[in-house]
């Protein structure tokens, strides 16, 4: 059991309910921002092929569950750190479509959009197969996140637009940090420290915000 004694499973179910609002408005901006490069077509396959990365991530969390399932502590700091990647991944992602070049094939923008997905599928299934007893409230808490997201997104891309709602979805991940680190290990200074960061990236010059906002949503 990866579970730190003591902590009780609500800040796990709150994990993953933050975690499924920030994938939902993830997948949604996702939409956004590519529908601005590329017509509907080629939107819906690439946004299509990206969500797949749920399932690559589950195979490669069944994988390593399989071939350590002894090894607690492994699997633990594993999914720690899949964790605490995730927020930064959506910074990563988005940030990357901003500067790459304009090109024709598409597989430049599937693999990069695929991480988060793959992550957060990572995640999931670890989380699933770890605590399947609980599989029914587990399955609750991330229909209910996913739909505060499809609420959510609509206030966020309307009033905070694609920039705003891509620090949004960060700092909602790392919200989602701090209760499963919480609940997995007595260390979560770091869980706090991914939060304060993107806290602070809400403090980024609007006229910056303005110049990305038209490139990204043209």
Do not use: C, W
């Amino acid at each position: 059991m990866i579970q730190e004694k003591g902590k009780s499973k609500l800040l796990l179910l709150f994990g993953i309910s933050f975690l499924s609002i920030s994938m939902f408005i993830y997948q949604v901006i996702l939409t956004r921002v590519i529908s601005a490069i590329f017509t509907y077509h080629y939107t819906f396959i690439i946004t299509s092929f990206s969500i797949l990365g749920l399932g690559i991530g589950g195979i490669i969390a069944y994988r390593q569950l399989k071939n350590n399932k002894t090894n607690n502590q492994f699997l633990k700091d594993n999914l720690i750190k899949k964790i605490v990647l995730m927020p930064i991944s959506y910074i990563f992602v988005l940030g990357l479509f901003y500067i790459l070049p304009f090109s024709i094939n598409i597989l430049v923008y599937i693999i990069p959009a695929m991480v988060p997905f793959i992550i957060g599928g990572y995640i999931l299934s670890s989380i699933y197969s770890e605590f399947s007893d609980i599989s029914n409230k587990l399955y609750f808490a991330d229909l209910i996140g996913s739909g505060l997201g499809s609420i959510l997104v609509l206030f966020s891309l309307d009033y905070l637009g694609v920039i705003k709602s891509i620090i949004l979805i960060s700092i909602i991940s790392s919200i989602a940090v701090i209760f499963f680190v919480n609940f997995l290990s007595k260390k979560y200074i770091i869980a706090y420290a991914v939060l304060g960061m993107f806290v602070m990236s809400t403090f980024v010059p609007q006229n910056y915000i303005s110049v990305m906002e038209k490139t990204l949503a043209a």
